[in-house]
């Protein structure tokens, strides 16, 4: 496949996997389906009319590139709710530091609700690239 975006930018936008080489491959027009598969969908946070996971301490959230999307809605409405002391754990992994989207946002989410909210970026492609 060829890289996506501008050539000017220094940017590899070359997706490695199969979902994303197949979406690369749609020409304008094309359609696409998609499915919701519930087992996927753990929990709610609005839950009959209730805010928050009850009797739940810890979150963890993992994203890595655009995934991060969804993430950051359900983030909004988490950490606007001062009544649910849910601590949220976000994994948020990129092949390099200029591909992390929303870094300045996510950076002052975890200073503003320091005692709520840890953010954790990983760069790198393979194990051994993140470990140096």
């Known amino acids: 496949y060829q890289e996506w975006g501008d050539p000017a930018h220094q940017h590899s936008y070359k997706p490695a996997g199969a ?3 197949y979406v690369h491959s ?3 027009g094309d359609e696409m389906n998609f499915k919701l598969i519930r087992a996927n969908v753990k929990l709610q ?3 009959n009319g209730v805010k928050g996971f009850p009797g739940v301490q810890t979150i963890t959230m993992i994203a890595v590139g655009a995934g991060l999307a969804p993430m950051v809605q359900a983030l ?3 950490l606007a709710n001062a009544e649910d002391l849910t601590s949220i754990v976000f994994l948020y992994g990129n092949r390099t530091v200029s591909d992390i989207l929303l870094k ?3 950076d002052d989410w975890q200073e503003k609700f320091a005692r709520k909210f840890k953010m954790v ?3 790198g492609s393979r194990y051994n690239e993140v470990r140096k």
């Open 104 to 106: 300045s946002q996510l």
């Open 45 to 47: 946070y609005v839950n």
């Open 19 to 21: 979902v994303s080489n």
């Open 76 to 78: 909004h409405e988490m």
């Open 26 to 28: 749609l020409k304008l």
């Open 121 to 123: 970026y990983v760069i």
